[in-house]
Each structure stands twice: as structure tokens, then as C-alpha cells.
């Protein structure tokens, strides 16, 4: 993501994300970091089959980021999501037509969509008013 979504790196204030890949990947807060994203994904998973609770986990995780102040919205959830199908390949050495890679583009996009949805109902000023009073990440 940090080499293929723009301008993602200066976002980070707590992991210091302009590391070159061999010193971010041995770097502690850049690992509880990618521990807290790949334990709130495994969530999601777990809630597949309870849709009203799947929908409040990513509610959650969407106005995380898009109460941000500025707020982390569609600018990078859109590349992150058309470069996802990308990702599910090397990751998973799956073809692109793949079932499970279809799966995460699917997901990626839902996430996407659901954060646009977020900033339009936030709208302007009141979404940097809301951002102040939200979320500690990590
Ligand atoms: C699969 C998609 C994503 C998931 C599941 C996810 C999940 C999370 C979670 C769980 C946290 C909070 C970590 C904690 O507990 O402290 C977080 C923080 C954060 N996320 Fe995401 N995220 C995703 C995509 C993105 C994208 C596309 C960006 C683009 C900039 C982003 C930027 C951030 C930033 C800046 C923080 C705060 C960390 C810091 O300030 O250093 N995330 N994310």
C-alpha cells in the first residue's frame, strides 16, 4: 500500500512510514500496527455469516479513519482498492479470475464505498469539527 497508494506515507504520524522497506518491516510500531489491521480483517472474516454485525465492525473501522482530522477518506480507499486485485494475486499466488482474489477486490471496494458514504453524510466543516473529537490510534 505504501508503494502503491499516493501519498500514503506522510498519513502516518505514529509509524514512521518513510522507512525503506528492510528497517519498516523490523520496526515496532509499524508491526502492532499491521498486527491491529490484520486482527480487525480476521474480525470482519469471522463476522461473514452476521451481517448486522459485520456492518458495525466496518462502520467502526470506516469512521476511524474518515473522522481522522484530516480525515483518511476515498482519495486513498479508491486506489487502494483498484490496485487490491494486484495485491490478492502476489499474496496469494492466485489467478486474478480466482474466487478468493475476486473476494478482496469485492471487500476492498464495499470498505471503499462505505467510506465515501461517510464523508458525504459528514459533508465539509463538520467533518473536521467530528475529527477532533474521535479516535486514538494506537
Ligand atoms: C483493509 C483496509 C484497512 C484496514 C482493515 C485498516 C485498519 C486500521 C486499523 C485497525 C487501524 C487502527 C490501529 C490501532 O488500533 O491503533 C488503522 C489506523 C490507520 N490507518 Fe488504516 N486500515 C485500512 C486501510 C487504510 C488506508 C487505505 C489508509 C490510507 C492512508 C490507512 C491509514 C491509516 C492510518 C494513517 C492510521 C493511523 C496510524 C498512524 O497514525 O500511524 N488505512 N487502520
Known amino acids: ?10 498519513r ?3 509509524v514512521k512510514a518513510d522507512q525503506e522497506k ?27 455469516d452476521d451481517p448486522t454485525k459485520l456492518k458495525m ?8 479513519h474518515v473522522h481522522q482530522n ?10 487502494f482498492a483498484s490496485s487490491s486485485h494486484t495485491f490478492a494475486m502476489v ?8 474466487p478468493e482474489v475476486q ?3 469485492k471487500f476492498l471496494y464495499a470498505f471503499r464505498n462505505m467510506v465515501k458514504a461517510e464523508e458525504d453524510a459528514l459533508g465539509g466543516e463538520a467533518a ?10 494506537l
Open 1 to 10: 500500500m505504501f508503494d502503491n497508494v499516493p501519498n500514503v506515507r506522510q
Open 12 to 14: 502516518f504520524t505514529k
Open 22 to 48: 528492510s528497517s519498516l518491516i523490523a520496526d515496532e510500531m509499524f508491526l502492532a500496527h499491521s498486527h491491529a489491521v490484520i486482527l480487525a480483517l480476521d474480525q470482519a472474516i469471522g463476522l461473514l
Open 57 to 64: 465492525k466496518m462502520t467502526t473501522l470506516v469512521k476511524m
Open 70 to 79: 484530516p480525515p483518511i477518506g476515498s482519495e486513498y480507499f479508491e486506489p
Open 91 to 98: 499474496i496469494l499466488g492466485l489467478p486474478e479470475d480466482h
Open 103 to 105: 473476494a478482496w477486490v
Open 128 to 137: 473536521t469539527e467530528k475529527a477532533r473529537t474521535c479516535c486514538t490510534i
